[in-house]
């Protein structure tokens, strides 16, 4: 079956790299896909108020657009994107009611059924191609690279949408595994990043990132993958205030999971690592992976 | 420090919205305190999680409408996670946020935030931050 590919904003422009890795790597692993015609914003944060079908809005036209252009399945690469189009998803084929004032103001588009399934990347790299395929698909073993996943919030919490455990998951270390990495555990890894504060309080988000990133370190990471852009802009590019507020501190690269799992399947050219503030290039060289 | 509860105050309008808006029954939780030891942000509160559901029961929806507290919440749902009772606090603290924001009252000004710093942030930050602090 082929997955309704829904890439959101922040994929085409900031992480782009995320992107062009996972698509090369899916390609690779035969999972078949196309980008979702017509996608619009998907709201980036989920509507908590009980009275907000305004704000739910967003995320049931785009499951509508991939339910009547004929797919059964989304797939999803940011983590904001999962748990807003996830959790408007459930809650319209649990509220018939609700779904049904949405589907009364979209007036301009087919009524959404609820029959689409949301996915993350990382459900589908687990339970459909499974680590045991990628184990026997990778060219370049992350041999000796000591790597700390970190998760953030919107992957796990709330329990409902979880894509792994809420409070002490392993997806992300059992696929570095899988790719001959050495995972490395840190009790921060599910602690939340800070995300939108980074606009208005970068003081704050620049605190998170030392305690997140100085955990990992301390365990002895090398670098710090993940799957979400604004985990990744809040830990990659608030490092220069963190190096401003602690004088000690030693920069550590960030990468997107998919970014080492194109490399360990042996892809090219589709990491853009320009568009990173810690450059990983000499990490990554000295271990023989570029 | 002297509190006085007024019993008219306890199921007083603002509170039964708060309620209503955040789907959250305040009044299960026994104060264990999971959510302040979980919450990331309690050191940049001035009203802990535990103390914010506290002062709803008791009606003093005043001093959490004006906590510094409810702007720091990133939803990152730790304490719903952690709650025994299963009460989502960051639901409330929606709720409490949106008092303010339905009133036409934003908490972000980007024309405070200089041009250089707003062209760096990517997309997925701005359309969050103006979601949850602007009306």
Known sequence: MVYAYYPGCTLKT????FELSAMASLEKLGVKYRELEKWTCCGTVYS?????????????RILTRAESAGYRRMLTL???????LKRANMLVRSDPERLETINMFMDDEPDYKGSVEVKHLLEVLRDEVTFD???SMVSKPLRGLRISAYYGCLLLRPKTVSIDSSINPHV????????????????????C?????TVNRKDLVAGFAYE???AARRRGAELVVTSCPLCFFNLDRRQEEVSRMYEDYKPIPILYVTQLLALALGIRDVYMFNLHYVDPTSLLKSKGLL | MQLVIWRSKIHSPEVEKIIE???????SCYQCGMCTASCPSTGNMDIPPNMIVRLIQIGMIGKVLDSRSIWVCTSCFTCFAECPKGIDIASLTEALRLYHLRRNIDHLNLSSIPHGELLELPVIAMVGALRKFTA
């Open chain 1, 48 to 60: 908590l108020a009980s009275d907000d079908a305004m704000r739910q809005v967003a995320q049931v």
């Open chain 1, 212 to 214: 997140i990133l100085s």
């Open chain 1, 78 to 84: 940011c983590s904001m994107c999962y748990n807003t």
């Open chain 1, 14 to 17: 900031h992480a782009k790299g």
């Open chain 1, 172 to 191: 992300m270390e059992d696929l570095l595994s899988s790719l001959g990495a050495e995972p490395i555990d840190s009790p921060e890894k599910a602690k």
């Open chain 1, 193 to 197: 990043c800070g995300a939108y504060l």
């Open chain 2, 21 to 27: 808006l955040s789907g959250q029954n305040v009044y």
């Open chain 1, 133 to 135: 395929k990628i184990r």
